[in-house]
């Protein structure tokens, strides 16, 4: 097809930049965790928890799940309120739940798939995830690309074509699978991210003058890098605005379990309604469990992919407990319950009241 055409009829440059790379990633890579005894295991939680979250949040995560889930059979038999909570502020958490039905099936099967339509046919596994597992963890030439990946490329080929469009990203994956070095597709896999993540930067200006392919990047000498690659604009995101509230009755708060489907599934919240109430509008609405003292508390904002929350919050002392919800210790709901990072301000709130209890 034509848009095939146009990115491959640069393959040379392509070709050109693996040598340069591989000799730079020797020198300058990152010392991750998940890159110390690479198993198909370890890449594959990395690479998951990698998704949508950035590399400095994720090694403590990392770390962490690791001593609680060191194999996959630990991952299978886990309850699943352990697992939410070792996810807890990672947020995108079907991908922690995709984790656990693909980790139950690699235990029924024996072992780990041994190629990449094995690996794709497990939950939460796309093009990106299996390239990754199968060229760093299993030596077989499986392009992984994914934004910072895209970005390289079409700055080398100076494209001018819409990165999230899945025909280009095809595209590029069929163009790149043709240069990857036998016996180094581990190292060629990462340094093409470690060059998108740490020189040909998404944000602000590419670092080019430590770019070890710059004198092969089209973009590069065309001056294009501001405007390379080219992405179509994201769908302006939907507001909700919501009321959250911390209830306290004694030394116990209210949590609620939402919906088994959709957005945040089966994790804990505090309760709240969909609108922005005042202080009286509180009161009436807790009359029925006698509001005793009521304190108003940060105003919060958090972004999902298409949809902002804007929240204001509020801490209530009740005389009669709501029997709709689950009351818990402090203690309880923060070390115990899953609570989303979308409600970061208000569990630093009831960290703070932690002190508190009786």
Known sequence: MK?????????SLLKEIVAPLLSWYDLNKRDLPWRHNSTPYRVWISEIMLQQTRVDPVIPYYQRFMETFPDVQTLATASE???????????YYSR?????KAARQIVEMGDFPTDYDGWLK???IGNYTAGAICSIALGLPTPAVDGNV??????ILCSEMDIASAEVKTAF????????????????TQSLMELGATVCLPNGEPLCDQCPVRDFC???????????PVKAPKKQRKIEKKTVFILRYGNEVALHQRPDKGLLAKLWEFPNVGSALTPNEVMTLLKDWNPLEIKRLSDSTHIFSHIEWHMRGYEVSLGVKNADYEWVTIHKALEEKAIPSAFRCYLNHLKD????EI
């Open 3 to 11: 848009k095939d055409v146009e990115i491959i009829k640069n393959e």
């Open 81 to 91: 309120d352990l697992l939410m909570k070792h996810w807890e502020g990672l947020g």
């Open 96 to 100: 922690a739940r995709n984790l656990q």
């Open 122 to 124: 497990l939950p939460g």
């Open 150 to 155: 895209l970005r390289v490329l079409s700055r």
């Open 173 to 188: 994956t069929k163009a790149l699978s043709k240069v990857y070095p036998s016996g180094k597709t581990s190292e060629f």
């Open 218 to 228: 089209i973009a590069r000498r065309e001056e294009r890098t501001d405007e390379i």
């Open 353 to 356: 009241l932690r002190y508190e």
